[in-house]
């Protein structure tokens, strides 16, 4: 009798194209990957949960693996509050206030947020930076192409509901894997996680070898 297939919903990060997933590969036999793509507020003001119910009606499959990158991590744990899932999997991401480094808890105290979206609009440089860290300098022509939502109004709302995301607690039973050389969201702040030796931000790119070795085993063994 054959085995059911494992249906993978892959969420990328801020402002990011889900083109981001296009080397991660698993076993066609036992998974199937599903890209999730960013969709436009209604506005400034829609909150993140009734955004992720919009979102989650493009899942068209139960019991699924929910797996979000950087931001994408922390819509996915919204996503999770509307839909059945087998397994939830954040990478390069954060699963609760406490775990959001000190500037954004600054940014979001002080709204310095709503000086940042127009210039980052303008120039995609910066907001390649500020999507996967500052050390993505050097090859910036390689990420450039993983960008492909430069809306001011997507960006104001996206950064907003990032640096004031307000989650206390988080499930028991979340995946998180993140890098320890991660510049955006440092290590020393994450509470639990399975750990990347030298991964960074933008690790679901630069180290998708990992994910492939090891997501078949995370998603039926955790």
């Known amino acids: 009798m054959p085995q059911e297939t494992i249906h993978v919903y892959l969420m990328p990060g801020m402002a990011a194209s889900p083109v981001i ?17 960013w969709i436009m507020p209604l506005s400034n003001n829609e909150s993140l949960y009734d955004y992720a119910l919009r979102v989650s009606r493009n899942i068209k499959h139960d019991d ?18 509307h839909v059945k899932v087998k397994k939830l999997i954040i990478v390069s991401s954060v699963k609760t206030v406490r775990e959001l480094p000190v500037q954004m808890l600054l940014a979001c105290k002080t709204k310095a947020y709503k000086l940042i979206p127009t210039q980052l609009a303008a120039n995609i440089d910066v907001l390649a930076k500020y999507a996967f860290g500052s ?44 890098g320890d ?10 509470e639990t996680c399975i750990t990347v030796k030298n991964g960074s931000h933008i690790m679901i790119i630069n180290k998708y070898k990992w994910f492939n070795e090891h997501l078949p085993e995370i998603i039926l063994n955790t």
Do not use: T
């Open 135 to 178: 050390s993505v300098a050097k090859r910036m022509d390689l990420y450039k192409k993983y960008l492909s939502v430069n809306d001011p109004e997507y960006l104001s709302w996206a950064i907003k509901n990032m640096v004031c995301w307000k989650q206390e607690s988080f499930q028991d039973d979340i995946v998180h894997i993140h």
């Open 181 to 190: 050389n991660d510049a955006v969201f440092p290590i020393k702040n994450i």
């Open 64 to 81: 699924i693996v929910l797996l979000g990158v950087s931001f994408g991590g922390v819509l996915v744990q919204e996503i999770s509050k």
């Open 21 to 37: 997933f296009e080397h991660i590969k698993l076993p066609e036999d036992r998974f199937k990957i599903h890209w999730l793509e």
